[in-house]
């Protein structure tokens, strides 16, 4: 597992994308804290990981589809994110599914990622 910024920010989104505005404040917070420059990073736990199944169609229930932006989290010099490796492979993705710069991490990195921030965000 790459090392996370010490001290940083945290987020940690648990929530599937549609009809949930908790998954989509969740991204908002990171890429906002980004923005600033803090260190931020973001961690798809249990059901949030169905955030990143590809090919998403939100449009039946009115909300944009947050993978396209999951996509552009480099622009904002968010160049990784965690997931869930138990939820990945529980929803049935694979390496290729996940955005780039995506690092799936088990238990015992999990447990690594929580330690290492000053700050958690749990949506």
Request: glycine share 8%.
């Amino acid at each position: 597992m790459k090392a996370a910024a010490q001290g940083g920010v945290l987020v940690v989104t648990r929530h599937p994308q549609p009809g949930r505005s908790l998954a989509r404040s969740a991204l908002d917070t990171a890429l906002a804290t980004a923005a600033f420059e803090q260190p931020v990073n973001l961690l798809f736990l249990g059901a949030g990981v169905l955030q990143l199944l590809p090919e998403q169609d939100s449009s039946g229930v009115g909300v944009r589809n947050l993978r396209k932006v999951i996509d552009s989290m480099p622009l904002y010099d968010m160049e990784h994110c965690y997931v869930d490796a138990e939820a990945a492979a529980r929803a049935g993705l694979t390496a290729t599914d996940l955005p780039p710069g995506a690092i799936l991490v088990d238990h015992k990195a999990l447990r690594a990622l929580f330690d290492n921030h000053r700050h958690i965000l749990g949506f």
